[in-house]
Structure formats: structure tokens, C-alpha cells
């Protein structure tokens, strides 16, 4: 999956960012905190920030420790919240850490490393109410997140 | 002459202090001899964790913080002490130390990161003496004073 879009959703006050697969055929929208979408947004635009903020410390440690982003993947929903793992090279082995996915995703972006869903939690939205949402939406409500 | 070389003074976190008016909030750290106090403002989301942790609340999805100790669990490393050492335009700089193959290394961060690890991870916090010199010299135990009788939410440690 990449990361097509960063929005602000002025009904619930949060932020979305919407990840696509390459052809454009699947969607995941998920809804995140204001810290997180600055950090993935930050990150999109390549921006660094005067001083490390929380993902370029946590990528920072992961630098020193030699421990790789192998990948991201959204694996499941539940309740509506989205639940992700990052998986890790370290030393020979592999490591599998729990995370929510806008922490996956601003990691995973710092280390250029690919993001995946699993089918089950793409097939966990029906396209209607993936449709029904992208009605609600007004076209003032897209616009590029401030940071 | 020899330079008299200053240990680090050792802080603990004695709240966090919402300030209502603004997107921000302030870590008060004090020396253990309960003399000097360093209010660090930081983000809403960083004192939000600081505040979590210093109540142990567990949240049901880990938060950023959260992951960063569970990655430091999982793969087998520790942060050892986060050190505030240095301060510039009024804005302070730390580092977060951590054990790695039984070398030291040392971070360079935000101290509200710091500070949000440092008490997950349940390690000392210090700051060097120059920084506390150099953050003025204004009666901050009366300041505090005030804060502490308005109904600011805050954590006695």
C-alpha cells in the first residue's frame, strides 16, 4: 500500500490518511491523531524538523541498535480500530511488534520501508459504506494537512 | 587552577501541568533536595503520555512511547538515563541513553520524549548543572505556588 492522502476530517476532528494499493483498486482510510498525521506528514514532504520529534527518535534507536523496518503491514480491525505490526530485522532475526498503524505508517516511511494491509482487513469495509463515506465528503473537505 | 567538573543533578518528574489557554503543557522535574525546579514545556501529546505514564494508565492501543519500549523489550536492549544537557534559545536538548552490545549510546532527543521513556522505562533523569543556571533566575518555587492552588490536573510524585 502507499500513502495517497493526508486529510482532516472536520466532523470528528481528526485527521485520515488513505492508503492505496498500487492499482488503485483497494482503499484503507484510517483515522489518526493530530501528533501522528504531522509526523507522516512530515515525513511525505521530507521535511525535517528542527529538533527530532518522536518517529525520527524512534527510527534514530532503531539506527543504533542495527535493528532494520522489514515492513508494515495494517492487519486487522476490530470496534474500529485498525491494529498493524512492524516487523524487524535484528541480528539474524526477525521481530514482530504490535503498533497501531499511524505509528507503522510514520515509521515505515522514515525507513523507506513498505506498507502492506492484509486482504482480511481490506475485505473487514464493504464498498458500500466506503462509497456511502466518500459521499459525505464535500470536495472543500480534501485539501493538503497543514503542518 | 583545576576545573571543578559538576555531576549531573539528579531530577524526578513532579507533574504535569496543563495550561489551559494554549495547545501546551509543562513537566516539572525537581531536584531530589526539593530546591530547584525546571518546568519544560512540551506538545499536548507528549505531556498526554507523560501524564499516562506517570498514572500508569495502560492505554488499550500502545501509544508512541509504548512502542518504543515494546521494540527495546522485544529485541533485548535498555534505556539506562535520559540527561538534559543543554539549553538554547530556550529550547532544551537531551540525550536518551541506551545499552547496546554493552556499549553506551547516547541520543540526541527532545526532553519530553526523554522524560516520556524515562518514566516508562523507570531510569533517572538528570540535568547538568549549567542548564539549571542558565534558566533564570526568577522565583520559580512561588510560580509553582500559584499553579499548584488552581485546579490544574498534575501527579504528585
Known amino acids: ?147 | 587552577m583545576m576545573m571543578e567538573i559538576q555531576d549531573p543533578v539528579p531530577l524526578t518528574v513532579h507533574g504535569v501541568l496543563i495550561d489551559p489557554n494554549t495547545d501546551t503543557q509543562i513537566v516539572i522535574l525537581r531536584d531530589t533536595k526539593k530546591t530547584e525546579v525546571l518546568p519544560i514545556w512540551v506538545g499536548t501529546s507528549e505531556g498526554s503520555s507523560i501524564r499516562l505514564a506517570l498514572e500508569e494508565i495502560i492505554p488499550p492501543r500502545p501509544m508512541s512511547h509504548d512502542l518504543m519500549m515494546d521494540v527495546a523489550e522485544h529485541l533485548g536492549f535498555s534505556f539506562t538515563k535520559v540527561i538534559v544537557n543543554e539549553v538554547k534559545n530556550n529550547t532544551y536538548y537531551s540525550h536518551l541513553y541506551l545499552t547496546y552490545q554493552g556499549e553506551e549510546r547516547a541520543i540526541d532527543c527532545r526532553p519530553s520524549d526523554a522524560i516520556a521513556i524515562a518514566v516508562r522505562a523507570k531510569i533517572p533523569i538528570f540535568v547538568m548543572p549549567e542548564v539549571l543556571e542558565r534558566k533564570g533566575s526568577q522565583n520559580l518555587d512561588s510560580w509553582l505556588a500559584k499553579l499548584d492552588s488552581n485546579a490544574f490536573d498534575q501527579h504528585k510524585s
Open chain 1, 1 to 147: 500500500m502507499n500513502v495517497r492522502g493526508l486529510l482532516f476530517d472536520p466532523y470528528n476532528n481528526a485527521y485520515i490518511v488513505i492508503l492505496r494499493d498500487n492499482n488503485n483498486t483497494e482503499m484503507l482510510p484510517i483515522w489518526i491523531g493530530k501528533s501522528e498525521a504531522s509526523a507522516i506528514s512530515f515525513a511525505l514532504e521530507r521535511i525535517t524538523p528542527p529538533r527530532p520529534m518522536t518517529h525520527d527518535l524512534m527510527k534514530t534507536i532503531l539506527d543504533n541498535v542495527n535493528a532494520k523496518v522489514i515492513s508494515t503491514v495494517v492487519t486487522d480491525m476490530k470496534d474500529n480500530t485498525y491494529f498493524a505490526k512492524i516487523h524487524l530485522l535484528y541480528g539474524d532475526s526477525e521481530y514482530t511488534i504490535d503498533s497501531r498503524p499511524s505509528d507503522a505508517i510514520a515509521v515505515a516511511l522514515r525507513a523507506d520501508a513498505p506498507i502492506f494491509a492484509t486482504g482480511e482487513v481490506l475485505h473487514k469495509q464493504t464498498s458500500e459504506e466506503l462509497e456511502r463515506w466518500l459521499e459525505n465528503l464535500k470536495p472543500e473537505d480534501f485539501g493538503k494537512f497543514e503542518t
